[in-house]
């Protein structure tokens, strides 16, 4: 199978349903957003952080796998059949479980951080920030786009990459910065 096609040479894409889009709408914006999100997630796994942190990125990775094949399926014909895709309460509540984790071993917050630090935290305020961009591409489709809890599951990663990106800081040493 060659990775090229030409079907996109015109600018239109297919989604799931078959249906052919241009690459402009909306929904691909949104799942192209959360695309760059787990690309950036893969450049921060690159730069190297701990086993326990890569072992969570490696996961959210495969988790934004399921939450672009959703959004690129507005007709939900892979939702029954595909249980790699899909992302429910029990994957919100495992982000929620992994900020209290990562906080219980931080510093409490007192004051805005200014973004950065040591490269793999900075790539992770980098992540928080397209994700909150996906996110917003998410939501401009409307309510009935992707089932709630993957909407949720967003809304919560930016928050966790936030925490991840001080935990990665602080591990190696890089004191935060207070605006």
Known sequence: MKIYTKTGDSGETDLFDGTRVAKSTDRVGAYGGVDELNAVIGAVRALGVDGALDEMLARIQRDLFALGARLADPARRIAGR???????????????????????????????????????????????????????HIVALGPDAIEPPMLAYVNRLSDLLFVMARAANHRAGVPEQEW
């Open 82 to 136: 595909v249980t790699k895709a899909a992302l429910g309460p029990e994957d919100v509540a495992r982000l929620e479980g992994w900020i209290d984790e990562l906080e219980a071993g931080l510093p409490q917050l007192r004051r805005f951080i200014l973004p950065g630090g040591a490269p793999a935290g900075a790539s992770l305020h980098l992540a928080r920030t397209i994700c909150r961009r996906a996110e917003r």
